[in-house]
């Protein structure tokens, strides 16, 4: 038998014991669990799972079908001056301030 060591590490106290409560269903205690985790982390040498981030990203289709459907409503959009477009920016920083 190898010569064994202790591994120690922080967890939140109630994420450990709901962890401990899944294992116990399952008949082990945290501790084989950990070492199983770690033999599989040996044996796929990475994490014995995927682990990525989520893909946040729509089709270009959508994307297209999205910026036509504005550039439609914004068609029937009076046009506006650029004395309109200055007055409804100070406005609109105005209101800010005083939510500030």
């Known amino acids: 038998m190898s ?3 202790l591994v120690q590490f922080r967890v939140d106290k109630a994420l450990r014991q ?3 409560q899944i294992y116990e269903a399952m008949g082990m205690d945290l501790p ?3 070492r199983m985790f770690l033999t599989r ?3 796929e040498r990475g994490l ?3 682990a990525k981030l989520p893909d946040t990203s729509i089709p270009r289709s959508m994307a297209w079908n999205a910026f036509e459907q504005l550039r439609q409503e914004a068609s029937n959009l009076p046009e506006m001056t650029l004395d309109e477009i200055n007055e409804e920016i100070s406005a609109i920083r105005k209101e800010r301030r005083r939510e500030r």
């Open 3 to 5: 010569e064994q060591v």
């Open 32 to 34: 084989t669990a950990l």
């Open 41 to 43: 982390s040996k044996m």
């Open 18 to 20: 709901e962890v401990a």
């Open 48 to 50: 014995p799972f995927e």
